[in-house]
């Protein structure tokens, strides 16, 4: 059972626990989520006053390290090793919504803030960045113009994307951030780049050429490129029927037609032409960041500043996205293997293990109708990484990549976990293949039951 009256008493018991201390250190994981959680963090304790000091980690592991010698904040991490995190010598308090995996010891100086623990779905309904703005809430009503960065984590892992808008707790910070004027939500035109593109560029998603635009006689340039933004609301819409009656003519199906139109998130506040104004685009911004080493330029970011770290994170950006298409291309032309109940590609060390998931995620994606999950290898620094991703129609059928990742990892001495749809582990180097065989048996056991 959800428990929403709960859920905010141990928010307001967080905000105390913080309120008692002078410094703490944040251990921030690097993906769009993490940085926008760790930049909630920051903000509300600015305001109170407390120091934080800044460390970005790629899982779990990494975060039990370092020096105990302040209490530490787990932003968008370790729920998936409670045991290990309660053992550590510091006070800590983990910020989370991923599964958790061990007992939350109520006794010691440890806290663990996950709505999965009071019933509510951490897939779905709430992120990290959003757990971590139910804390900045708590410590001050003030704090609702962090809703804004709390949906752009949100959006960042892609949380709207089974019901093309956001739900439950998540609708409750879109409303909260919309009262403070800091976000707005539409249903809009589902393709990336509708605040930075052109027109003609944010068509290339959909394989149709600027002839499109022509004929339904809308203007593609006036001195400059124009972009979505720049047209006037008629031919928006004039242009949103247009696609989806043209993937419909095309035999691209209803689902697909209905994926054209969605709810996105505006940032009211940020200046108009720039990816911070729409929540897909900031998170995808962030994830060009930390991922690639620079962390501080995502939380800089995060943290408002439009100068200096934004002009670094556009050259991020420009590689971040070389990086994907390349990825794509490579599975596309290396092809698939096939297990019973998944299809998988091994990169080497051709993909980047940080943007494995990403890439695999994009790769499912393309294929409509996916008719198996896709799990995917690259070299990573501490051993070999795995990243999978699956469609809810794969979940209603029984799987859950989470804890299928979680036991095949463990029984080849690696470590994994995850959500439903989309699960992660590190293994030993040469275990790829005995991992496999566990996997399969794993996800046949599911889709069985
Ligand atoms: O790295 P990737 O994006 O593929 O991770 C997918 C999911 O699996 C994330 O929720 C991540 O936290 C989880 N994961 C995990 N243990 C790992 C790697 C990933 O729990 N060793
Ligand atoms: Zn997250």
Known sequence: MENIERLHREARSCARWLQGLDEVEIVSHIDADGLSTCGVLVQALRREGIAARIRFVRNGGEALGGPPDLPRVFAELGSGRLDDVQRLPCPT????????????????????????????????????????????????????????????????DRQDRRHGRLIGLN????????????????????????????LIRLLEATGLDPGFLHDLDIPVKNGHWLRWGDLAGEERMR????????????????????????????????????PFRDASEYASLLNATARYGEGQVGLDLCLGDRDGAYRRARTLLGRHRKNISAGLALVHDQGLEERSHFSYFCAEDRIRDTILGIITGMALERETGAEKPLVAFARAPEGLKVSARATPAHTQRGLDLGPALMRAAHAVGGDGGGHDIAGGATIPPGAMEEFLDHLDREIGVQMAG
């Open 93 to 156: 308090l983990v910020v989370d919504h991923h599964p958790t995996v061990g007992r939350v010891d109520r006794a010691g100086p440890h806290r663990v803030f996950n709505p999965r623990l009071l019933g509510f779905d951490g897939t779905q309904e709430i992120s990290g960045s959003g757990t971590a703005y139910l804390i900045a809430r708590a410590l001050d009503a003030a704090n609702a113009d962090l809703a804004a960065l709390a949906i752009v984590g949100a959006v960042g």
């Open 239 to 274: 242009l949103a029927s247009g696609l989806v009656q043209w993937s419909l003519a095309t035999g691209q199906g209803a689902e697909a037609a209905q994926r054209l139109l969605a709810e996105g998130y505006t940032l009211p506040r940020e200046p108009e032409g720039t």
């Open 171 to 198: 609708r409750t910070i879109v409303e909260e951030g919309s009262r403070a004027g800091v976000l707005e939500a539409r249903v809009d035109l589902h393709l990336f780049g509708r605040q930075t593109r052109p």
